[in-house]
């Protein structure tokens, strides 16, 4: 059994917001979801319908009430008579069916703009947009910039930080209040910065070390060079040496013969 609330109050001067908030949310089992649609309608004394509002939602533990905040203006309140005797009568109608797997995917949506207004609750205080198309795709540009924030610096391209810097720009000039987020756009391009300025070191010892290596080569071609050269040399003088000591012979011998028929 869900059981909802109705809530109305003015918005400053201009607009009646109304919301419709379950009850009992701590009573319903963990990880609940359900869809509820639901209209708003105002009624004159005699019951005819004035005006409505209708919209269908997925309620969950992060996001147990839903609305339109800015709902119905004074001036339209005034000018069609809405009220009657200082008497204003809404009428709300739900209805509740069971969320399925197709809808997870908005419920991620929903879970992640609930998660950031709790944590960021002054983040819109001064995002007024004309309409909720407006509103809706500036909603997406901020998660998608907080998702793409997200990611490990090093992964992240020139153009990237510079795209994420250009939309937070945008948004900030929308009303949203992200210093939080410039903050850790800034930490992002700073750890980028690092990585790049250690990656040009990293790619600059290994473009010495690949010329220390071709210099090394070199110098190991031409020692080779060298010591087959004075191997080659090295022969040449031990053969010499061996003609040398062997026409010594010879000429030993000779001067021997000589002297021995010299004294015959």
């Not at 109305?8 to 001067?13: E, L, Q, R, V």
């Amino acid at each position: 059994m869900y059981m909802f609330v109705q809530v109305h109050h003015p918005k400053g001067d201009h607009f009646l917001s109304m919301y419709l908030i379950l009850a009992n949310p701590e009573s319903l089992p963990l990880g609940w979801k359900i869809r509820a649609y639901y209209s708003f309608v105002l009624l004159n004394q005699s019951g005819k319908e004035l005006f409505s509002i209708h919209d269908r939602k997925l309620y969950c533990a992060l996001a147990p009430g839903w609305g339109c905040p800015s709902g119905v203006t004074l001036k339209t309140i005034q000018k069609y008579g809405f009220m009657e005797k200082n008497k204003l009568i809404i009428k709300v109608e739900v209805e509740v069916v069971e969320s399925d797997d197709e809808e997870e995917e908005e419920e991620e949506e929903i879970v992640k703009v609930a998660t950031l207004f709790t944590e960021h609750p002054d983040i819109a205080v001064n995002f007024k947009p004309k309409n909720q198309q407006v509103k809706t795709t500036y909603m997406n540009v901020l998660l998608g910039l907080i998702e793409t924030l997200n990611k490990p610096p090093h992964s992240f391209s020139e153009t990237e930080i510079s795209n994420a810097r250009s939309e937070l720009i945008e948004l900030t000039e929308a009303g949203f209040k992200l210093e939080w987020l410039k903050t850790k756009l800034d930490e992002v391009s700073l750890e980028k910065k690092k990585t790049n300025a250690y990656n040009s070191r990293v790619q600059e010892l290994k473009k010495k070390i690949r010329n220390l290596n071709y210099e090394l080569d070199t110098e190991k071609a031409k020692s080779a060079t060298c010591a087959a050269k004075i191997l080659s040399l090295e022969q040449k003088v031990s053969d010499l040496n061996d003609k040398l000591n062997e026409k010594e012979a010879k000429l030993l011998l000779l001067k021997s013969c000589l002297l021995w028929n010299c004294e015959e």
